[in-house]
């Protein structure tokens, strides 16, 4: 039974998917359907987190918007998102950012990583 489940989930995979990691600054092109028309609409923020892995792999952005903190999640392999944009490189030593969601202004910044 578990070949059969691994199986499934391999073909579900998406081929051309960007290595980014906790502490990124990206931008997520999701499709967005509203009535009978499909746009697509860009979500930039810093990743907070990523977990699971194969086909349910997801990954959480945080955005300050209006002075709003407002976080999504999006599957990794999900048809509905696009693409995932890399804007900058983030240096940080945790695998989950939750202590951001506490942080205002220039406190809730990641260092960018500089090679």
Not at 75 to 103: F, M, T
């Amino acid at each position: 039974m578990n070949e059969i489940i691994k199986k499934i989930e391999a073909e579900q995979l998406k081929e051309n998917v960007p290595q980014f990691n906790v502490g990124d600054t990206v931008k997520v092109y999701a499709k967005i359907k509203e009535g009978n028309r499909e746009r697509i609409q860009v979500f930039e923020g810093t990743v907070l987190k990523k977990q699971g892995g194969g086909a349910r792999e997801t990954f959480t952005v945080r955005k300050t918007s209006n002075g709003i903190g407002v976080e999504k999640t999006w599957p990794l392999h999900s048809p509905h998102v696009e693409k995932v944009e890399v804007v900058r490189r983030g240096k940080v030593r945790r695998a989950k950012l939750n202590y951001l969601r506490k942080r205002v202004g220039k406190a809730a910044k990641v260092k960018e990583l500089v090679k």
